[in-house]
């Protein structure tokens, strides 16, 4: 079992910056961000695939960047350039077995946290 806390959501102003955290209780195999809007489906926005590298949803690359440091079971995204759609809840996923073939499909991942509000206001 692993428990997934995030950190680091909050407003900005559109062109502005945020980092999220998320700090896992135990060892994790894979990670990614996720995030959901009100009215809409939950998405992928970064991950890693199954060489290790990062992956990200079209309408965030260059804007935003993945890292993990596995020292501290933590996983983080680097949000710059952020614009009013990426308001939504931001979601840490983890997986304890294996590599994400498919790292932004929710249903690689066994273990979420509670989820972090960014809000971006035009």
């Known amino acids: 079992q692993v428990q997934l806390v995030e950190s680091g959501g909050g407003s900005v102003q559109a062109g502005g910056s945020l980092r999220v955290s998320c700090a896992a209780s135990g060892y994790t195999s894979r990670m990614a961000w996720f995030r959901q809007a009100p009215g809409k489906e939950r998405e992928g926005v970064a991950g890693f695939d199954n060489g290790g590298r990062p992956t990200y949803r079209e309408s965030v690359k260059g804007r935003f960047t993945i890292s993990k440091d596995n020292a501290k079971n933590s996983l983080y995204l680097q949000m710059n350039g952020l614009k009013p759609e990426d308001t939504a809840m931001y979601y840490c996923?983890?997986?304890?077995?294996?590599?994400?073939?498919?790292?932004?499909?929710?249903?690689?991942?066994?273990?979420w946290g509670q989820g972090t509000q960014v809000t971006v206001s035009s």
């Open positions: 996923a983890a997986k304890i077995r294996g590599v994400a073939y498919i790292p932004l499909h929710a249903l690689e991942y066994d273990y």
